[in-house]
T-cell receptor
Framework: NAGVMQNPRHLVRRRGQEARLRCSPM?????VYWYRQLPEEGLKFMVYLQKENIIDESGMPKERFSAEFPKEGPSILRIQQVVRGDSAAYFCASSPQDTADTQYFGPGTRLTVL | DQQVKQNSPSLSVQEGRISILNCDYT??????FLWYKKYPAEGPTFLISISSIKDKNEDGRFTVFLNKSAKHLSLHIVPSQPGDSAVYFC??????????FGKGTSLLVTP
């Protein structure tokens, strides 16, 4: 049973470009969470999605960030017009139900904005 | 605002001895606490958890203690092994799913 997969593992973008981060949850998991880890910080909750629905996006910046989890395919975290402050590690987690201790994390995508 | 704090960025312990990692929190509404272990280039892996109705939970070499009045929890690893060397994150939640993480403590277990 493959774990949570994230790609790309490393992404370099210039200021103003768009970044698309993908997350494939574990088989059988219908709940997806995105977290961001800024340098020297802990992981911060961004958004919680179920298939085709955003359940809680209270941790998402109001502008430039969006997330989706379509009926088919991976969950996507999209960052438009990236700035240097977006440089961070973005982790995706999935779970079979919405409980904290069944979240399985992917290896993360490290975004660097030049 | 950092609601979960791990004030020791690093800890070094000799193999076979006890490792004690500490964590403080400020939000009294947190009702579930977790510890995660993270190796470089990997995502965090769940280690052990404790509900706010308990003050201790044990799983093999790992024990978590919760002191609600002090808003403090700790993770004890006995005996420590070199493979335990990793970054340990404390996390707390009260929503059922949104984890609040500390900054982590890097544990080094030396032979």
């Amino acid at each position: 049973n493959a774990g949570v997969m994230q790609n790309p593992r490393h992404l370099v973008r210039r200021r103003g470009q768009e970044a698309r981060l993908r997350c494939s949850p574990m088989k059988g998991h219908s709940h997806v969470y995105w977290y961001r880890q800024l340098p020297e910080e802990g992981l911060k909750f961004m958004v919680y999605l179920q298939k085709e629905n955003i359940i809680d996006e209270s941790g998402m910046p109001k502008e430039r960030f969006s997330a989706e989890f379509p009926k088919e395919g991976p969950s996507i975290l999209r960052i438009q017009q990236v700035v240097r402050g977006d440089s961070a590690a973005y982790f995706c987690a999935s779970s079979p139900q919405d409980t904290a201790d069944t979240q399985y994390f992917g290896p993360g995508t490290r975004l660097t904005v030049l | 605002d950092q609601q979960v704090k791990q004030n020791s960025p690093s800890l070094s312990v000799q193999e076979g001895r006890i490792s004690i990692l500490n964590c403080d929190y400020t939000n009294s509404m947190f009702d579930y606490f977790l510890w995660y272990k993270k190796y470089p280039a990997e995502g965090p892996t769940f280690l052990i958890s404790i509900s706010s109705i308990k003050d201790k939970n044990e799983d093999g070499r790992f024990t978590v203690f919760l002191n609600k009045s002090a808003k403090h929890l700790s993770l004890h690893i006995v005996p420590s092994q070199p493979g335990d060397s990793a970054v340990y994150f404390c996390a707390a939640e009260n929503s059922g799913y949104a984890l609040n993480f500390g900054k982590g403590t890097s544990l080094l277990v030396t032979p």
